[in-house]
């Protein structure tokens, strides 16, 4: 067979699909490990395999999906971990001789990396890192990432892979909902950049969708990567028939879309839940007839897309100027510099949001105050700066060991700034932002200075470039700053700053940044300077600046170029900004100056996620005479109805959601405090429980932590837990709902049996259900009471049906 990237190159080829439905059918107990077949029933694996090489497969995938040791350690199958994945990958082998590639599954952990969960990123990476080596060495093909959730722990996965091996095709696919985000906040574009920059093969999505769901998404990613994209629909959503759990979608309904995946640059079309060796005959068949070589363009080119966990910008050609907000950095800054010392976030917070209220596209991150450990606090305000806005990061630090510990924490493709022309700089920044897939600003000046002309200036910026192409970083991941230089004691430098922008955009296609505000330095009045000379670098063509976004004369400055140079599109932002106003006046309107209350003050807390500071204003509430009562009621709720109602909008994400859950605990541990013991009145009585032969207890988690914020005494029994055990601790508890969660295809027809006992045993109790493959329609075909999609829809909907509103 020709090696796979050629393949891909010259035809789109057909992946299997689902494993767990067929092994479940073959054989495969409740409960049971997936994985443990290869060694128990290594045969029943390999005829699973030998159907969908029949039906026309191309590639083939292992049974190894959950072949991490978080999964196995479920199972206590951890120590067995190589033997698994290395007879999965030649079970495989044996069936496909030369027919097919091997694919090798790796799936997610089930667990959250920090800041959102409590695993680190070295753990993340390193469980993933075991798995590929065993995958790896037993000779698999290529590696499909699949299903993951968290766009971060599925960066540290692909991060693991190419640890262990720089050359094995990487396949990395997202699960999206019907709103077109994961689950933790993550549009198609951030995923499609963060994967593509951290060194992913093809990308794509599977499962959660149909085939005209996943076609929505990869059009999204497409406008993003030039990679060829992977398409992996589920066969429909599913349904309960007879008792059975099916997927309705037909073979025809499958291939519906090929025309217009093949088009979008899709190289291999595969299934999902549901998929049978039909399906993929018929796919393959569909396929026959519509081949065409793949036609790869570095599109788009000249733009460095950078990303964050829930948000996406792109730098350079006719896009905006980029507004990259400098205030979060201790120069001069005694508060900012004490808190650091302190280990504090509180200013990050409030400067990173309110920098992007202001109009910062992106976030420069500076720690370095002299005697802070600066890798340690890095790390600090990369995780507050990711949960405070969608913002994509800048990381500014002269230290390796600080932005190594950065670009682990951060969610997506940053932006590192800087490394100069000179080749201490050059040999430790440039491996980091290859390994980590950033992009980096390269700052024109080296052991000799800054020079004097702007062709000295191109001379460094060639040589950073050059040197950033055999660390493999592609030239639209590098940005010039091309160094503002203070007019007031280098006057004519101010003009050769300008000609290096226009020079490094002509002779070398490079985006270009400046730090504008320096050039007033020692100068009266010096927005009216810095905002001249602003407008005079976008017009020479600057793609990025370095500013503070609350300066009103330069952001009127690059409001008005933006019109000027026609990246405004029907001056759209600009009338957005000003309307109402006359020119001139301030485009964002004084507040009344009238203090907040302490109840506002509480409420904020919460919806900022301002864990280290809510228990002092609990402290200053009980000052002023508020019972804990009225803290909890009048403060806390308030705040969590709001992150509700932008949870809603799409304006918060999970990670923020859960931000502002941790904060409102640790005020409730305060005011556990000073009730002595009493408890809080509950709002009901919720039993939550994972049903049996399922492993997957993340959403079921979130879920348990968000009704008990909003009141209601909540009874966790944990994952896998018989029909049987739920019964009986829904007697003993004598409980208002049921909450019953499932990630799996292959449990979900569970919930139907528990559902069925409980009425059974004359429990009268209402009962509800979620998880990813669980749908309304399911929900009603089982008798549950209600569906929630996510955590705070289950949270609204218990409390509507309990008749607990506020």
Aim: hydrophobic letters at 40%; glycine letters at 10%.
């Amino acid at each position: 067979m020709k090696p796979f990237r050629e393949a891909i190159q010259e035809r789109v080829l057909i992946l299997d699909g689902a494993m767990g439905t067929m092994l479940q059918e073959r054989g495969l107990k409740p409960g049971q490990s997936p994985e443990e077949l290869n060694l128990t029933m290594p045969e029943v694996v390999a005829s699973v395999h030998r159907d969908y090489i029949e039906a026309g497969a191309d590639i083939i995938i292992t049974n190894t999906f959950g072949g991490t040791r978080f999964k196995l350690s479920h199972y206590g199958l951890e120590s067995r971990l190589a033997e698994i994945n290395s007879r999965a990958v030649e079970i495989a082998r044996k069936e496909a001789r030369g027919m097919a590639y091997v694919g090798a599954s790796i799936g997610p952990t089930g667990q959250f990396v920090e800041q959102v969960g409590e695993v680190t990123f070295d753990d993340m990476k390193g469980a993933f890192r075991e798995q590929a080596e065993a995958l790896v060495g037993a000779g698999a093909d290529l590696i499909s990432l699949e299903t993951f959730l968290d766009i971060k722990e599925c960066r540290a996965a692909v991060i693991a892979i190419r640890e262990v091996s720089a050359t094995i095709p990487i396949i990395a696919m997202l699960t999206f909902d019907d709103n077109g985000r994961s689950v933790l906040g993550t549009p198609p574009e951030s995923a499609a950049i963060t994967l593509t920059a951290s060194g992913a093969d093809l990308v794509g999505s599977n499962c959660g969708l149909g085939v005209d769901g996943i076609y929505d998404i990869l059009s999204k990613m497409r406008h993003v990567t030039h990679l060829p994209l992977i398409s992996q629909a589920n066969a429909g959503l599913p349904l309960l028939k007879d008792g059975v759990t099916i997927f309705p979608g037909t073979p025809e309904e499958m291939t519906a879309y090929h025309d217009r995946l093949i088009a979008l640059g899709v190289r291999i079309i595969g299934g999902c839940c549901g998929t049978t060796p039909t399906h993929i005959r018929a796919m393959k068949e569909a396929l026959a007839q519509r081949q065409q070589p793949w036609q790869a363009e570095e599109k788009p080119a000249g733009i460095t897309f950078l990303s964050s966990r829930s948000g996406w910008t792109a730098v350079g050609r006719q896009n905006k100027t980029a507004i990259i907000g400098e205030r979060i950095n201790p120069t001069g800054k005694k508060v900012y510099s004490q808190e650091l010392h302190e280990g504090k976030v509180a200013y990050i917070r409030q400067e990173a949001m309110e920098q992007a209220r202001m109009g910062a596209t992106l976030l420069d991150i500076n720690v370095g105050a002299p005697g802070v450990d600066e890798p340690a606090a890095m790390e600090r305000a990369v995780f507050c700066a990711s949960a405070a806005t969608g913002i994509p990061l800048v990381l500014d630090s002269s230290s390796p060991a600080a932005l190594e510990r950065g670009l682990k924490a951060a969610d997506g493709k940053v932006l590192i700034n800087s490394v100069s022309g000179e080749v201490k700089s050059l040999s430790k920044v440039l491996p980091l932002a290859k390994k980590y897939g950033a992009a980096v600003i390269g700052l024109t000046l080296d052991a000799k200075g800054i020079p004097d002309s702007a062709e000295g200036r191109l001379a460094i910026a060639k040589r950073i470039r050059n040197a950033a192409r055999r660390q493999g970083i592609p030239d639209h991941d590098i940005i010039i700053d091309c160094l503002t230089l203070t007019v007031s004691a280098e006057q004519k430098r101010a003009a050769e700053t300008l000609r290096t922008i226009s020079l490094v955009k002509e002779k070398l296609g490079l985006s270009t940044v400046l730090g504008v505000s320096n050039i007033s330095f020692g100068l009266p009045q010096r927005p009216i300077i810095s905002s001249a000379f602003f407008s005079m670098a976008m017009a020479a063509g600057l793609d990025a600046a370095i500013i503070n976004p609350r300066d009103k004369a330069m952001m009127d400055a690059w409001r008005s170029a933006m019109v000027l140079l026609n990246r405004d599109h029907q001056a759209a932002a600009y009338i957005e900004a000003y309307r109402g106003e006359q020119a001139g006046s301030e485009s964002v309107r004084p507040d009344s100056g009238l203090p907040l209350s302490i109840r506002e003050r509480l409420t904020q807390a919460v919806i900022s996620g301002d864990r280290d500071g809510i228990v002092s204003l609990v402290e200053e509430a009980f000052k002023e005479g508020l019972t804990p009562m009225q803290v909890s009621n009048e403060g806390f709720l308030p705040g969590l109805e709001e992150v509700g109602r932008r949870f809603e909008k799409n304006i918060y994400f999970l990670p923020q959601v859960m931000q502002s859950a941790d904060t409102m605990q640790a005020g409730f541990v305060r005011l556990k405090e000073e009730m002595k013991g009493q408890a809080f009145e509950s709002r009901g009585r919720i039993l939550m429980a994972t049903v049996e032969g399922d492993i997957h207890d993340i959403g079921k988690n979130i879920v348990c932590t968000l009704l008990e914020n909003h009141g209601f005494e909540v009874f966790d029994i944990g994952k896998n837990v018989s029909a049987a055990t739920i019964v009986a601790k829904a007697r003993e508890h004598a409980v208002d709902a049921v909450g019953l969660s499932a990630l799996m295809t292959t449990t979900m027809s569970e919930m139907n049996n528990v559902i069925k006992k409980l009425k059974a045993a004359g429990i009268k109790t209402f009962t509800m259900v979620g998880g990813a493959v669980v749908t309304q329609e399911y929900a009603d075909s089982i008798g549950a009471d209600l569906y929630a999609r996510d955590a705070m829809e289950a949270v609204a909907r218990i409390k509507q049906l309990l008749g607990a509103g506020d």
